[in-house]
């Protein structure tokens, strides 16, 4: 059974810092790209960051470049996003996604943490 659990969400102030994890079983994590999205109140989601499979390359939405970090350890299954200097536009929930691509697409999400940055 595929699971996807994101974790380390909350209410920060702006300037401030949060690690998300997500945490997965259930499938073969290091053939699997890993991304980070969000969802904003009235807003589409949006892809945040993404790592290959190998963690050697990275991409970033321009809007947190510099500020957030997308890192995985393959050995625990796990994939993070650090994210500092935390700003009120940064507020939604976070998703995590695997992909990987063989014959067919395999598309794996997580139920969401939800990230909020307000004084």
């Known amino acids: 059974q595929v699971q996807l659990v994101e974790s380390g969400g909350g209410l920060v102030q702006p300037g401030g810092s949060l690690r998300l994890s997500c945490a997965t079983s259930?499938?073969?994590?290091?053939?699997?790209?890993m991304s980070w999205y969000r969802r904003a109140p009235g807003k589409e989601r949006e892809l945040v960051a993404a790592i290959t499979n190998s963690g050697i390359t990275t991409h970033y939405v321009d809007s947190v470049k510099d500020r957030f970090t997308i890192s995985r350890d393959n050995a625990k299954n796990t994939v993070y996003l650090q994210m500092n200097s935390l700003k009120p536009e940064d507020t939604a929930v976070y998703y995590c996604?695997?992909?990987?691509?063989?014959?067919?697409?395999?598309?794996?999400w997580g139920q969401g943490t939800q990230v909020t940055i307000s004084s």
């Open positions: 996604n695997a992909k990987f691509t063989a014959l067919r697409l395999y598309d794996y």
């Open positions: 259930g499938f073969t994590f290091s053939n699997f790209a």
